[in-house]
T-cell receptor, first 111, second 112 residues
Framework: TQLLEQSPQFLSIQEGENLTVYCNSS?????LQWYRQEPGEGPVLLVT?????EVKKLKRLTFQFGDARKDSSLHITAAQPGDTGLYLC???????????FGTGTRLTIIP | DTEVTQTPKHLVMGMTNKKSLKCEQH?????MYWYKQKAKKPPELMFV???????INESVPSRFSPECPNSSLLNLHLHALQPEDSALYLC???????????FGSGTRLTVV
């Protein structure tokens, strides 16, 4: 069974601070996706990384896929209240209909 | 059109009721999914349809019955639900799951 553990589970920081969320597994994935979910809404895809060592930037968000394609990180610079939400990583495998979702990180940015 | 549309947004039903959740996408995605999400937990896969055929059923109780009338529509028929079935039900679609999903905004279901 593939598992994706996210850490930390909860994070509450002041506006303007930086933070990193981690997503770790003992399994290899073909791709790693990050989603953000706001209360009462569906998750929204932020990024997909597919190459080991790949780094993608989306404004203040930086995503990295581990060299061995077993882990990923999400770094947010100068966090803003709009970044508040549940962050989910999800691992995909070619030919597999299912994604493996991570355990989630609930982020709160305090104005 | 880059959205997945789910209706209704909220639903309250009694344990003897029959209701249906609806999901629609017009992105030409070949795969459609039903997920169940309890508060503060990640989504749990229920069903996968690929090219309008049921390809995965994650041992979901028979009181949940999926249906895919065509490549754009996905329904979830509900009957004799239990209070513990109360949750956010999410529909998603994807051209290939390793690329990523487009989720709908969900149906908040309360069983009384």
């Amino acid at each position: 069974t593939q598992l994706l553990e996210q850490s930390p589970q909860f994070l509450s920081i002041q506006e303007g601070e930086n933070l990193t969320v981690y997503c770790n597994s003992s399994s290899v994935f073909s791709s790693l996706q990050w989603y953000r979910q706001e209360p009462g809404e569906g998750p929204v895809l932020l990024v997909t990384v597919v190459t080991g060592g790949e780094v993608k930037k989306l404004k203040r968000l930086t995503f990295q896929f581990g060299d061995a394609r077993k882990d990923s990180s999400l770094h947010i610079t100068a966090a803003q209240p709009g970044d508040t939400g549940l962050y989910l990583c999800a691992g995909g495998a070619f030919g597999n209909e299912k994604l493996t979702f991570g355990t989630g990180t609930r982020l709160t940015i305090i104005p | 059109d880059t959205e997945v549309t789910q209706t209704p947004k909220h639903l309250v039903m009694g344990m003897t009721n029959k209701k249906s959740l609806k999901c629609e996408q017009h992105m030409g995605h070949r795969a459609m999914y039903w997920y169940k999400q309890k508060a503060k937990k990640p989504p749990e896969l229920m069903f996968v349809y690929s090219y309008e055929k049921l390809s995965i059923n994650e041992s979901v109780p028979s009181r949940f019955s999926p249906e895919c009338p065509n490549s754009s529509l996905l329904n979830l028929h509900l009957h004799a639900l239990q209070p513990e079935d109360s949750a956010l039900y999410l529909c998603a679609s994807s051209p290939r799951p390793e690329i990523g999903y487009t989720f709908g905004s969900g149906t908040r279901l309360t069983v009384v």
